[in-house]
């Protein structure tokens, strides 16, 4: 359908990019890459005049979004990208062809461009030898100053590495290291590298991800205190098992993963260095205080159960209850991973899994029925009561009813 509207306006149409490159390595990708040869926000205005869709372009970009009626984007990009402005002169356009389009892209793999329009359906244009490469599983830049025009292609390697368990190619991890040495990565703003960073902690394996890192010595643009030690990385790897643990529990709640292996990641930081960071990668104040916040309490929790646990005093799962209430999913996997006591690990997973969910019968209502004058009572009255029910005490409604008349 592309292809047949490219031909309609005669533009050759290509899919590009992370798509082609899936493609070929038989993943799926979620939106595809297409390049038009010529005036994309044309092509995208003519595709949406004849299909169901929603448009937005940007005209300073000549780039567009085509999202179909599924939620599937499509985004369109065109060669004709360099506008030069000369004084006293209208701007002129350059158009610039698919291979210099194509050359400006950060790694072989990613330069694939597999043409659309019917007649060439299929043909597969490989300027840079992607298909050597995806052959041969390396992560390859196009040339020398990849990493000086756009730093965070360093993080995307380490990315694109580890997901597809390819190998950066020798000079390209030369270049990396020197990118390093040389500070260019001191220019990268905060915003960019917790990108980076986010968008590594939510693949799959971040912990490979993470040593790849750290051997690049790339940790320290997070922050200068942050290594990996025996102690956090055996919390990250607890952190995949926690967080596998929990996803085929398929509970309701959605949780970020990437703040679980976050968490782990700083757990060594101390207080101010955490702040620094946070400043350092641009997190909202909001944000911040909510990372703070997981933190502290994460900590607070793990030492309070590991106390009681060392203690040998019985807990109770009221007790258990009351520790862990309004702690998000992020946090209880956090202690989860963190704790090095299996009694701990249990008290958490019995929370998840059952603690969480009980809730008692009676209501502010029935108090008010039976005559208590409302007030900060009722909650502690309640309270009670579902310590009752979560003890085993009181399992119907008349028994919770008795349990508050006494
Ligand atoms: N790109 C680049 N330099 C960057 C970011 C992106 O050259 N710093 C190029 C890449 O060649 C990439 C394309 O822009 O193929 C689209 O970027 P993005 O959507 O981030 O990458 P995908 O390859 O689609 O990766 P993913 O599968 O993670 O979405």
Redesign the pocket.
């Known amino acids: 359908e592309l292809g047949k509207v490219g031909d309609g306006l005669e533009l050759p149409v290509f899919a590009?990019?992370?798509?082609a490159?899936?493609l070929l390595l038989g993943g799926k990708?979620?939106?595809i890459?297409i390049t038009v040869e010529g005036d994309g926000i044309l092509f995208a205005e003519t595709f949406a005049a004849t299909h169901e869709c929603r448009v937005k372009s940007h005209a300073k970009f000549g780039t567009a979004v085509i999202v179909l009626p599924d939620g599937f984007k499509i985004?369109v990009a065109s060669t004709r990208l360099e506008f030069y402005e000369t004084p006293g002169a209208l701007p002129t356009v350059e158009r610039s062809s698919l291979k210099m389009d194509l050359y400006?892209?950060?790694?072989t793999i990613?330069?694939l461009a597999i043409q659309l329009n019917p007649a060439n359906f299929g043909l597969l244009i490989d300027y840079f030898g992607a298909y050597r490469d995806l052959r041969d599983k390396v992560i390859r830049v196009l040339h020398n100053l990849s990493f000086v025009e756009?730093p965070?292609?360093v993080f995307?390697a380490v990315?694109?590495e580890q997901?597809l368990g390819f190998q950066i190619a020798r000079h390209t991890d030369n270049l990396i290291r020197n990118a390093v040495k040389m500070g260019f990565l001191d220019k990268l703003g905060g915003r960019r590298l917790l990108n980076e960073l986010v968008?590594i902690l939510r693949e799959r394996e971040p912990v490979r991800a993470i040593l790849r890192m750290e051997s690049l010595g790339l940790l320290g643009f997070i922050h200068p205190d942050l290594t990996l030690e025996t102690e956090n990385l055996r919390v990250l790897d607890e952190v995949k098992k926690v967080v596998t643990w929990f996803e085929l529990l398929y509970q309701r709640d959605q949780v970020e993963t990437w703040v679980v292996y976050f968490l782990a990641l700083t757990s060594l930081l101390a207080d101010a260095a955490f702040f620094e960071m946070c400043t350092r990668l641009s997190v909202s104040e909001h944000y911040r205080e909510k990372l703070i916040d997981m933190r502290v309490h994460g900590e607070q929790m793990l030492a309070v159960m590991e106390r009681k646990v060392a203690g040998k005093k019985p807990v109770l799962r009221s007790n258990i209850y009351f520790w862990l209430r309004g702690l998000s999913p992020e946090v209880l996997l956090y202690i989860m991973a963190k704790t090095c006591r299996d009694e701990v690990r249990k008290f958490v997973s019995l929370y998840v899994t059952q603690l969480r969910e009980v809730t008692c019968m009676l209501t502010g209502d029935d108090l008010k029925a039976i005559g208590l004058p409302p007030g900060p009572r009722y909650r502690e009255i309640l309270d009670a009561v579902l310590s009752a029910r979560l003890n085993g005490e009181v399992s119907t409604r008349e028994e919770e009813s008795r349990f508050v008349k006494q």
């Open positions: 590009i990019g992370g798509f490159r899936d990708n979620d939106d890459d985004d400006r892209r950060d790694f990613n330069t756009d965070t292609r995307r990315r694109f997901r968008i």
